[in-house]
């Protein structure tokens, strides 16, 4: 059975660092891009960063750029984000993306709260 | 960057009626690229529908897509009880990847 599974969320200052992860099983993991969703509560969905099969090329929304950082780590199955310097408008659910090229978000991990706030 | 509008916002409906949403593209989506997702309150978006009206595995046949260029529609055709919720359509064809802003099905 395919699965994502988030981990990482939690309550932070404005300014604090966090670092989500994304534990992979069921399918093969170094076969796909892999990406970062979030959602405000209640709001819609934006793509935050995304990284290719073999983590040379990454990529990131303009609100993040130069914050958070995406890595992989094939050979655990594992993605992540390092989120430094967070700010408020930072705080959303956070979900791991699977994606294969010329095909959609097919399976989505369960979501990740983090919520920045003093 | 293209954007993707939904309309309406909210379709109140009563079950066993048809929904029809709406995306419509700022730009034409090349080859087709559009997927509509089904979203329940605090779960993820499950994948109805991607290039444009082939369905994803496991999903009934009620739920349908059509459309082309920048006009896209997802049509449920008889609105079961588990149908009620937020449907977001969304582009794939190259970065960035964008959604639309979500249409919520609710009961009538």
């Known amino acids: 059975e395919v699965q994502l599974v988030e981990s990482g969320g939690d309550l932070v200052q404005p300014g604090g660092s966090l670092r989500l992860s994304c534990a992979a099983s069921?399918?093969?993991?170094?076969?796909?891009?892999m990406y970062w969703v979030r959602q405000v509560p209640g709001k819609g969905l934006v793509c935050v960063s995304h990284?290719?099969?073999?983590?040379?090329?990454?990529a990131y929304e303009d609100s993040v750029k130069g914050r958070f950082t995406i890595t992989r780590d094939n050979a655990k199955n594992t993605l992540y984000l390092q989120m430094n310097s967070l700010r408020v408008e930072d705080t959303a659910v956070y979900y791991c993306?699977?994606?294969?090229?010329?095909?959609?978000?097919?399976?989505w991990g369960q979501g990740t709260l983090v919520t920045v706030s003093s | 960057e293209i954007v993707l509008t939904q309309s309406p916002g909210t379709l109140s409906l009563s079950p066993g009626e048809r929904a029809t949403l709406s995306c419509r593209a700022s730009q034409s989506i090349s080859r087709n690229y559009l997927a509509w997702y089904q979203q329940k309150p605090g779960q993820a978006p499950t994948l109805l529908i991607y290039?444009?009206?082939t369905r994803a595995t496991g999903i009934p046949d009620r739920f349908s897509g059509s459309g082309s260029g920048t006009d896209f529609t997802l049509t449920i055709g008889r609105l079961e009880p588990e149908d009620y919720a937020v449907y977001y359509c969304?582009?794939?064809?190259?970065?960035?990847?964008?959604f639309g802003g979500g249409t919520k099905v609710e009961i009538k």
């Open positions: 290039g444009a009206f």
């Open positions: 990284i290719n099969t073999d983590g040379s090329y990454t």
């Open positions: 069921g399918f093969t993991f170094r076969d796909y891009w």
């Open positions: 993306v699977r994606k294969m090229i010329h095909n959609p978000f097919d399976r």
């Open positions: 969304h582009k794939y064809d190259s970065s960035p990847l964008t």
